[in-house]
């Protein structure tokens, strides 16, 4: 148990080691209760409410349920049918409970997840989501990555919330999230509100070229909406692309670097650092 947990910790693979260590310890206490029923067969109830701490519920009552199964051939063991029949029916018990307390706590995690990663105004995720996405792809922030990111700036957003008042600002927000959000690849690439009034996007799979397109797409269609309507509205764009071994931070930074460049450009305008505009020239 100890040499899963440390590789558990080296790996970062926490739900796999989770399985294997629930197996592993289930798998000796149904061969201890064997080898000894009329004593061990009480072990039975903690390890089957640790399997629903440590795991999915679904996958708990999996193994719990094979447990439960494995311990039926012990009938002739007890010379009172009656008492296993007990034993059996209260652990089936302490098994619904435990699977009915886990899923209430996974469903609570989940709203909780939500509440704490999808910004609720745009309905789209936040800065908070997209650490965590990066985390997941690797542990020290660095990975084999094809793709691009675009840093969005709605330009002179203080001026719509000074003149016309917040609400009108929080509208201007969501009708920006809706453009951006419609013009990404479904399943391929991912909108986040990365600031008051910034967006990010990440493009899976798209070279400079492509995330520099997808940008001044954006950047059309927004003046376009917002020259038809009250307040008028436009957006700044940086792009960066994906390099070797670069660490995200590095990534993203890059990325608002090009950003403040479109800002001391005049604004409404799509800018990648020097070095990559000539990349692709």
Sequence with gaps: MIIILILALRTGRIKLASIILSVFYTSVGVIMVHLQPNTLIYWVYPISIANFFILPARYAGIINLAALAALTPLTNHFKDSLEFFELMVTLLLVNIF????????????????????????????????????????????????????????????????DTYGHNQGDVVLQKVANIIHGRLRANND??????????????????????????????L??????????????????????QPKETWNHWIKRADQALYQAKDSGRNCVRPLPTELDTIE
């Excluded at 991912?190 to 950047?219: C, N, P, Q, W």
């Excluded at 927004?222 to 994906?242: D, N, R, V």
Aim: hydrophobic share 40%; glycine share 6%.
């Design 190 to 219: 991912e909108v986040y509100r990365y600031g008051g009034e910034e967006f990010l996007l990440l493009l899976h799979k798209t070279d400079m070229a492509g995330a520099i397109r997808v940008a001044e797409s954006l950047r």
């Design 98 to 161: 435990a699977w009915v307390f886990s899923w209430r706590a996974e469903d609570q995690r989940q709203q909780l997840q939500q509440q704490a990663t999808i910004d609720p105004l745009t309905g789209i995720g936040n800065r908070r989501k997209l650490s965590q996405y990066l985390e997941t792809k690797t542990i020290d922030q660095t990975a084999v990555f094809s793709g691009s990111v675009v840093l969005v700036d709605l330009d002179n957003f203080k001026e719509i919330n």
């Design 221 to 242: 269609e927004i003046e376009k909406f917002f020259t038809e309507q009250t307040p008028s509205l436009t957006a700044s764009f940086g792009c960066a692309e994906h």
